[in-house]
């Protein structure tokens, strides 16, 4: 099965692999918001789907190590744990790092993808502010501020 979205526009290094989520299958959501830019707890409805990661990062730079957030224009100063419903669709695949010039890691994490609208009924059952360990005045290699 073949996504029907643009992966690569999702961040993925290649095409992401269909599988469905078992029973208790932890999802982590890094999001952040900065002057009106970054993403939302929940992202976009209207988008094609939202992304997640299955390793939980306890800083903003851990996030960059783990999803080259920064790269995509997430800011990354939240994370948010959900509990995806078995046989929950998830789109699994190795995260695109970016800018070679910004990479801030060498090894990244796995990106799960859940498309919309079953991305917006997952309930979240706890947020967390990441650690700042970039500092507000750090921008973003797509022009946001981190």
Known sequence: MNPTWDWKNEGFLSPPVARLAGPRERLFRIWGLWDGGGSSMLGRPSSAGVCFTTAEPTSRMDAERLLAVFEWGNPATHVTEFVAPPGTE???????????????????????????????????????QLLSDLGRSWFSPKGARA
């Not at 790092?97 to 859940?114: E, K, M, N, S, Y």
């Open 90 to 128: 998830l789109w699994v695949g190795e995260v695109h790092p970016g800018d070679p010039r910004a990479l801030l890691g060498t090894q990244f994490g796995a990106q799960v993808f859940i498309e919309n609208p079953a991305a917006q009924r997952l309930i979240p059952l706890r947020t967390k």
